[in-house]
């Protein structure tokens, strides 16, 4: 191991309590136990410079930098993190810079030789600076160039510094202190030429004091004040016999200062060293480092690194003046505010003022030294519980219970009556009025007691919990939560009664509900067997457990208690001993299998900075288990996934030096969860089937007091969909389905007219076939009747001879209405014979009906336009039965009325909706204002709707009748 030239090293000064400090060494992953100088990063993560190389720690693991990751040599000086989070190496073999990864090697001027880097600083411009053989070189990309201090001086440069307004500060040796300024090096003050002291180690600004300077030099410490040296606090320095090595100003703007042999700790003009007999070590110490998160550090040459845990715990042990056998069974208060501590096998240990001093219990049995147990009463009367009976302590001397002498008393306490109970294993005994009673029946193992209330008490057991009430055992009380426990200690707290036992943790039984409530390991206990509680002034209980200290918070809101560490870094690791717990002197004093443990709670998580988060990697998993985690592929923020890249796993961390083993997680994946999850330990949240989307993961972290995170570290991505997935293969896909519903809409309804013409066409068929055969039967049958009438009435005519004038005339009416009926049935056979469902035979019909009407008149009667195609449009039979009908009341009526000579019914036009008839006459004509409608023309009327048509009538005296009819024909009537 490189040996460190350092001059002497003298006697050490000592102080009378035990520090606690977190130790680091090879064992835990330090590259190497020779430390040199510390950093932190932007992320909160410390960088560590040693002669095995170089490494980093975020608080669970050390990452290791050296020759193998190309560094030039592993004897590592210094570490640097600029403003860009690049990493800097100074190095006994040249300067190297790491970049997202990747160290270069900056090349050095040739004229230097071997390139001994000892400081690297970045002003505020963003120049980086460095020592390298004692000579300040200037840093511009991955150019190295040497640059003097003023335009004629070149000495040797023992240390840099960036004052808070950004200006690079430079040591010359024997020289003075020098401040670039815009380019120029003015000089702040000289040293002495003769002063070989003044070699400046280390240059810091006071914390509340910018303009204030404290210089480091081997053996004192100087200021600069007003550009004037002088000397700080020489008297106190001037007792360190230690060279010094490092400094730093706390947030309490005290000093600490690392010497040749452990550090000194400088608060209002008083000093205090830590070495190896207060927790650190003697080793020398070349850095003290104070972060930005309060911690403090210490590097050694030879014994690792040391981080300060606070004043919050201290170590009563051997090593201050406690007898070697160190199991503290008992503490209790004195009348003068001291504690007195009881030792399993060395008595009484009182100790006051920083002092310990040993009470001897008068007599010859050595049971007597063995204490398991302390109470002071409400006459501040001390009791001794020992494996010989009771004793106890009036502040001047000891008096033994002599009808307690046999037992084993393990348990004390004082009810508000002021009657004593002490309980002994298997028996119970009450002290009133100085006299002994013991408890009937009694049977159990007790192993600890309290006072539950104004004359009642509650005894612990090997099977739960007892309650004495005004000296009675109350059978009937059961808590059966803790019925098959060990009760090793218990406690009032509020409303409730809080237990310890023996295998299943803390138990708190409410009184006045009866609501029993566990905590185990499973809320954060370090071990489930309780030995020892006691609550502090600030209504926080400390559970003394098998595995060190935990503390108990509770929260109103909710009722419960929140399980908590002891407040630092790491959990001691030790066991407690049973009631051994006291609230004393504004600390917790915690007796243990290794001396006695002191908390002091107002000094817990003062000024430590909250945790913060980063995220270590975002990966895609193979969707085969086989080759999963191994063969997952880093992703960067923001990037692009395929649809089948959706199985992620997400890594973060809560880089919180203070106490890395308290960190839990709160996350959320925007996208997909609504908030954040529970808070959790796990740093690794798994995502196996993303469905495709835009997210960003947000993840939280939070100290074991539920402090959070300063910043919520976040990482985004985008898993894009398949094809069908896209927003145009889904209007595609709506557009598709919107087509082919129409598509089988149409067919549907295609099919469905198909059918219903094919119905429509059976049942025209059958309809034609009945109209058909209605109309034959109806010919043949009334065609018959009538003639036969006829026939009948022609012979009865023969018969009456001439005679019988009137029969004869009703026979001829008889006749006549034959035949006018036998004609009139002519227009309905027609309109049955389905032949007669076309225009043209319509329009055929109705000129027939024309010729026959003016047979035998003075008035010709013409019908133009009938054609033979006419026979192609299909017609109902409602209209072959109507459109007849309307022309014969018109023909009539011009019969009748019109005196005209001269008749035409013309088809003037047609198309695929309608066909005009034009019916003109010359006769006399009429005022349409003047005539009246008969009920010939209503029953016109009444028709032409029926046929959906419309009439229109031009006509006036003299001028003849010009009448024109509109009938409908749709693609429906059309065939």
């Known amino acids: 191991m490189p040996a460190l030239a350092l001059l002497l090293s003298l006697p050490l000064l000592s102080h009378a309590q035990k520090y606690n400090f977190s130790h680091y060494d090879i064992e835990g992953g330090l590259i190497q136990s020779q430390v040199n100088n510390l950093c932190l990063d932007n992320e909160h993560r410390l960088w560590i410079a040693t002669y095995g190389g170089a490494c980093r720690y975020d608080g669970k693991e050390f990452v290791p930098w050296a020759r193998q990751n ?77 640059t003097w201090v003023g335009d004629t001086i070149r000495g040797t440069l023992s240390c840099l510094f960036i004052h808070r307004s950004g200006r690079l500060m430079a040591a010359l040796y024997r020289k003075g202190i020098y401040v670039l300024n815009h380019g120029t090096w003015i000089k702040i003050t000289g040293f002495k030429a003769a002063d070989k002291d003044l070699y400046v180690l280390k240059i810091i600004a006071d914390r509340n004091d910018p303009n204030k300077l404290f210089l480091l030099t081997y053996t ?180 033994q219970i002599e009808q307690l002498s046999p037992y084993a008393v393990n348990g004390i306490t004082e009810d508000s009556n002021g009657t004593l109970w002490v309980t002994a294993h298997d028996h119970c005994f009450y002290i009133e009025n100085n006299k002994v009673t013991e408890l009937k029946p009694f049977t159990g193992f007790a192993s600890s007691v309290i006072t539950a209330g104004r004359d009642s008490v509650m005894i612990g057991t090997d099977d739960g919990i007892m309650l004495v009430a005004n000296k009675h055992i109350e059978k009937d009380f059961i808590i059966d939560a803790v019925k098959t426990s060990v009760v090793f200690c218990m406690l009032q707290y509020r409303d409730m009664i809080v237990i310890g036992t023996d295998d299943r943790g803390i138990f708190t039984w409410n009184r006045g509900t009866g609501e029993v409530k566990n905590y185990g390991l499973k809320e954060g206990l370090n071990s489930t067997a309780v030995y020892s509680l006691a609550a502090d002034d600030n209504g926080v209980i400390w559970a003394g457990t098998g ?60 000024s430590v900075a909250p945790p913060h988060v980063i995220i270590e990697s975002a990966r895609v998993v193979p969707q085969i288990p086989s080759n999963s985690w191994e ?60 469905p495709p989307g835009t997210y960003t993961f947000l993840v939280k972290a939070e100290a074991a007091d539920g402090t959070p995170s300063a910043n919520t570290a976040s990482f985004s991505f985008i898993i894009t969909p398949p094809f069908y997935q896209t927003v145009w293969f889904r209007i595609a896909g709506v557009i598709f389905f919107i087509l082919l519903g129409i598509m089988l809409q149409n067919s549907r309804y295609r099919t469905k007219l198909k059918r219903q013409k094919v119905i429509d066409a059976a049942r025209q068929e059958e309809s034609q076939k009945i109209r058909q055969q209605t109309a034959e039967d109806f010919h043949d049958e009334l065609g018959n009747k009538l003639t036969r009438i006829t026939v009948l009435s022609e012979i009865l005519d023969t018969k009456l001879n001439g005679q019988h004038a009137d029969q004869k005339k009703l026979l001829e009416q008889i006749r006549q209405n034959a035949a006018s009926l036998y004609n009139g049935t002519k227009d309905v056979l027609w309109a049955l014979n389905p032949q007669s469902d076309n225009l043209y035979e319509i329009l055929n019909h109705i000129k027939d009906f024309g010729d026959e009407l003016f047979t035998d008149t003075a008035i010709a009667f013409e019908f133009n336009g009938i054609d033979e195609s006419l026979s192609m449009i299909r017609l109902p039979m409602e209209y072959s039965r109507n459109i007849p009908m309307i022309f014969k009341e018109l023909l009539n009526n011009i019969l009748k009325h019109a005196h005209a000579d001269h008749v035409t019914l013309s088809l003037d036009d047609m198309d695929k909706s309608s066909i005009r008839l034009t019916l003109k006459d010359n006769g006399c004509g009429f005022e349409q204002a003047e005539a009246r409608r008969g009920q010939g023309i209503n029953n016109v009327l009444t028709r032409i709707k029926r046929v959906g048509g419309e009439m229109r009538i031009r006509s006036g005296k003299g001028q003849g009748t010009e009448v024109d009819l509109k009938i409908k024909i749709n693609q429906a009537v059309i065939n």
């Open 220 to 399: 004192g410490i100087y200021t600069i004040i007003d550009n004037k040296l002088g000397a700080f606090e020489p008297k106190i320095t001037a007792s360190i016999k230690d060279y010094l090595l490092s400094m730093t100003q706390d947030n309490d703007n005290c000093f600490w200062l690392g010497t040749t042999n452990g550090v000194y700790y400088l608060k209002n003009e008083q000093l205090i060293h830590f070495g190896s007999r207060n927790g650190l070590t003697d080793n020398a110490v070349t850095d003290v480092y104070h972060d930005i998160d309060n911690n403090l550090w210490f590097a050694t040459q030879g014994d690792g690194l040391f981080r300060y845990e606070g004043n919050h715990i201290i170590t009563l042990d051997k090593s201050q003046g406690m007898p070697d056998n160190e199991v503290v069974m008992a503490l209790t208060k004195d009348k003068n505010g001291g504690v007195i501590m009881g030792i399993d096998g060395a008595g009484l240990i009182s100790f006051s003022g920083n002092k310990l001093s040993p009470m001897k219990i008068p007599g010859k049995d050595q049971q007597l030294q063995r204490v398991i147990c302390l109470y002071k009463d409400s006459k501040g009367i001390i009791w001794i519980g020992t494996h010989a009976g009771l004793w106890n302590y009036d502040g001047k001397s000891f008096k």
């Open 70 to 146: 190309g560094m030039p040599g592993n004897f590592v000086n210094t570490v640097f993190v600029d403003k860009s989070d690049n990493v800097w190496f100074g190095t006994q073999s040249g300067l190297s810079r790491l970049t997202k990864g990747k160290i270069t090697t900056l090349k050095l001027p040739a004229d230097i030789g071997v390139g001994r880097v000892r400081n690297v600083v970045q002003d505020s411009s963003g120049t980086v600076w460095a020592i390298i053989n004692s000579r300040l070189f200037k840093v511009k990309g991955n150019t190295v160039s040497e």
């Open 631 to 690: 063969n997952s592929t880093v992703i960067a923020n923001g990037q692009k996934l395929s649809h089948s890249d959706n199985h992620l796993a997400i890594s973060f961390l809560g880089v919180y030096l203070n106490d890395p083993n308290g960190i839990s997680y709160r996350y959320k994946l925007k996208g997909l969860d609504s908030g954040f999850s529970a808070p959790v330990k796990n740093n690794v949240v798994d995502y196996p089937s993303l």
């Open 547 to 606: 595995r060190g200290v935990n503390r108990l918070l509770f929260n109103k809101n909710s009722n419960q208690f929140f399980v908590s560490n002891s407040g630092g870094s790491k959990t001691l690791i030790f066991e407690a001993n049973q009631n051994a717990a006291l609230f004393a002197d504004h600390k917790i004093w915690i007796g243990t299998t290794r001396g006695v443990i002191l908390y002091d709670p107002n000094s817990i998580g003062v």
